[in-house]
């Protein structure tokens, strides 16, 4: 006699939802200073998408709803031990390989509908650096169309002021969060994927580069894991923060981040945008027919995540990492861009990329940059596979 199917959605999951909605409502209500609005899902199943501005977006939605959904997540929260195991149990959200398209986990979310249960997910996949909703996968749109669920719009306004993604630690200022829009199956049904792409593109968006504010005495701290090159004099991983400065250590110019999240008057660019603007237009000038000096170089640590056992094994403590147009270099190893498929930005300052069926992990310091890695891999993408300019993120 065969034994009874297993499901994903467990009775449990429905406990641990509420006991989570109470402690985080707890804690972002005088973190944040979060105040959202509630969904009635009238019992009907939804795929609900956010933008991501903040590291608790996903349970800034769940405040808003009554009934857990089921929330893409990224591999790498599969492998905290203990903590993993916790979470599996309470929530069993859904592994995803980030900045891949993952077959195994739309298969997982197809299982969840079928079983009556709701998705959820950020279709940017990444926080954004600059206060606006960064680049989206086209394949969400194929996503969309293959669950055929009503799709609800969570945004969450005031993020970036509040927490930026280079930020550790909440400042000044006030987050909001509520499903703006349901789009229905028979709204999309009959647009293109590209037709519904842009849909979702279009309701997604949110750009606080502009409005942010925060009253901060920390506005500029960290701020150079999110940008790495000078826009005065050129110089790459020579930007420093304190306080409320920010400023460049090769040719000395520096700027205070005002209450408006602008830099001075005096300064090159007068915003993080802006900044990052600038420094694309710098990546993609970069040439990848191999040739010349290391881009940059620094002390990191490199992992790998062993997925069966939901480990990470160091395969060096403290080596050099260099950065080549075409090529990773750290300490005895070497990856070429062409074999490695895939690199993102995991949380505020760990690179993920993968080769050969592996995730590789680095790290470093407090003030350790992983966007250029991502921009640079990406632009060699770019000019050798006739890319259509995304950087990474």
């Known amino acids: 006699m065969k034994g009874k199917k297993k499901t994903w959605h467990k009775k449990r999951h429905a406990f641990y939802f509420q006991l989570q909605r109470f402690l985080v409502g707890i804690y972002v209500r005088f973190a944040y200073r979060y105040r959202g609005k509630k969904f009635d899902d009238g019992g009907r199943q939804y795929l609900y998408v956010f933008n ?71 279709p940017e996949g990444n926080r954004t650096f600059t206060g606006e909703t960064v680049h989206i996968k086209p394949s969400v749109a194929k996503l969309i169309k293959l669950l055929r669920l009503p799709v609800a719009v969570f945004i969450v306004r005031g993020g970036y002021g509040v927490i930026p993604r280079y930020a550790d630690k909440p400042r000044r200022g006030r987050v909001t969060g509520s499903v703006e829009r349901v789009i229905e199956y028979e ?25 942010s504010r925060t009253t ?112 990773l270099e750290v300490g005895d190893y070497t990856f070429a861009y062409p074999e490695v498929t895939a690199m993102t930005v995991c949380g505020r300052k760990r690179l993920d990329f993968y080769l050969g069926g592996k995730t590789y992990q680095l790290t470093a310091g407090n003030t350790f940059c992983a966007l250029k ?3 640079i891999y990406y632009n060699y993408k770019n000019k050798k596979e006739n890319g259509d300019g995304f950087l990474g993120i």
Request: aromatic residues 8%.
């Open 373 to 375: 890695y991502v921009n």
């Open 187 to 211: 709204e999309y049904k009959n647009l293109s994927d590209e037709e519904l792409y842009n849909l979702i593109k279009d309701a997604l968006h949110v750009d606080e580069s502009e409005t």
């Open 52 to 122: 991501h501005q903040t590291p608790l977006d996903q349970h800034l939605l769940y405040l808003s709803l009554r009934r857990l959904p089921y929330t893409l997540a990224s591999e790498d929260l599969f492998t905290m031990g203990l903590v993993s195991k916790i979470i599996k149990h309470a929530h069993a959200p859904i592994p995803i390989k980030k900045s891949e398209n993952d077959f195994t986990a739309v298969k997982t979310c197809v299982r969840i509908v079928k079983e009556g249960c709701s998705i959820a997910l950020s």
């Open 216 to 327: 901060s005495p920390r506005r500029a701290e960290f701020m150079e894991r999110a940008v790495y090159v000078c826009p005065s004099c050129g110089a790459v991983g020579t930007i420093h923060s304190e306080g409320n400065r920010i400023g460049c250590s090769h040719c000395g110019i520096s700027a205070e981040v005002g209450e408006d999240m602008h830099f001075g008057p005096s300064f090159p660019v007068r915003t993080v945008k802006e900044w990052t603007d600038r420094q694309n237009e710098w990546v993609n000038a970069l040439e990848v027919d191999g040739s010349g000096k290391a881009i940059f170089a620094e002390r990191v640590r490199l992992r790998v995540l062993l997925r069966k056992e939901g480990k990470k094994q160091v395969l060096a403590e403290d080596a050099e990492a260099r950065i080549f147009a075409d090529r």
